[in-house]
């Protein structure tokens, strides 16, 4: 009796550690109404990445980085946007403990650039760049959502990281 007592207690410890460590929120994910944002000013991007609506990894949300910079948090069904100063902009789809996707953004100044992370049994994990009216259509079906931490460092600058990589 003692030894079940103990596994079950073991169990559910474990199981809550579990529950609370996948549930947790570091960066302030919140989904709030999207507007449109202000007119680009000179010398900069903006930056619209979607995640594809799919069960697989679902359970887990992932970030959005900018060459060292979290810049969002995506799950299932969601987008988000930043802007940035043009020139190389490294965009990470970055599920811990490493990245899982990338595209890199070259120059474009003033003007807007839509991505599309898929994510999928079929489709598998990749990052690409879509159309204005593919991202269109999917901001009316997708929901918006925001970081509350803004500007925080991700554990290394991935525009360098995948520099060296492909050397």
Known sequence: MIFRTGWLTCFTLALI?????????????????YS??????????????????????GARKFSIIDNETIVGVLTPGTFTHFTVDSGENEVVAYMSPSPIAHLRV????????????HMGYASGIFLE????????????????????TKGAKAKMDYKIYYDNLYR
């Open 129 to 148: 760049e879509i159309d204005e009216a593919k991202a269109q259509s999917l901001m009316q079906t997708f929901k918006y959502t925001e970081i509350d």
């Open 17 to 33: 550690v579990l529950v609370a460590g996948c549930s947790g929120n570091t960066f302030g994910v919140k989904e709030v109404a």
């Open 36 to 57: 449109d944002p202000q007119a680009l000013s000179a010398g900069k991007v903006r930056i619209y990445v979607f995640r594809e609506d799919s069960a697989f990894g």
């Open 106 to 117: 070259s120059g474009r100044e003033g003007e807007t650039v839509y991505m599309f992370c």
